[in-house]
Nanobody
Framework: VQLQASGGGLVQPGDSLRVSCAAS????????MGWFRQAPGKEREFVAA????????VYADSVKGRFTVSRDNVKFTVTLLMNSLKQEDTADYYC???????????????????WGQGTLVTVSS
């Protein structure tokens, strides 16, 4: 699965932004999808994930209630809608795909088999 993230940019605190990830191939429809982020000088951290069916989602505590992950298994895309953005949300955002049979989508990077390049989100006034 090849993944291509897009939609990053410069926004102000409190704004909303949608980042998307386009996948190649129908394998996407059987993969759980995750979003991770990495800020300068920090380790990559989990943000959100969604089951292959879209039936279950998981969020990091830091984004719960502000971010929403969704997917379209016809268009082979996964989207992260980010509301009420804060300066601490500034990071490169990465999408990833996992061949996973567990009930919930994985929250650890090592569980993901495919990664896209990052898209930079900068939250600054």
């Amino acid at each position: 699965v090849q993944l291509q993230a897009s939609g990053g940019g410069l926004v102000q605190p409190g704004d909303s932004l949608r980042v998307s990830c386009a996948a190649s191939g129908r394998t996407f429809t059987t993969c759980d999808m995750g979003w991770f982020r990495q800020a300068p000088g920090k380790e990559r951290e989990f943000v959100a994930a969604i089951k292959w069916s879209g039936a279950r989602t998981v969020y990091a505590d830091s984004v719960k209630g502000r971010f929403t992950v969704s997917r379209d298994n016809v268009k082979f895309t996964v989207t992260l809608l980010m509301n009420s953005l804060k300066q601490e949300d500034t990071a490169d955002y990465y999408c990833a795909a996992a061949r996973n049979t567990e009930y919930y989508p994985p929250t650890v990077a090592t569980a993901y088999n495919y990664w896209g390049q990052g898209t930079l989100v900068t939250v600054s006034s």
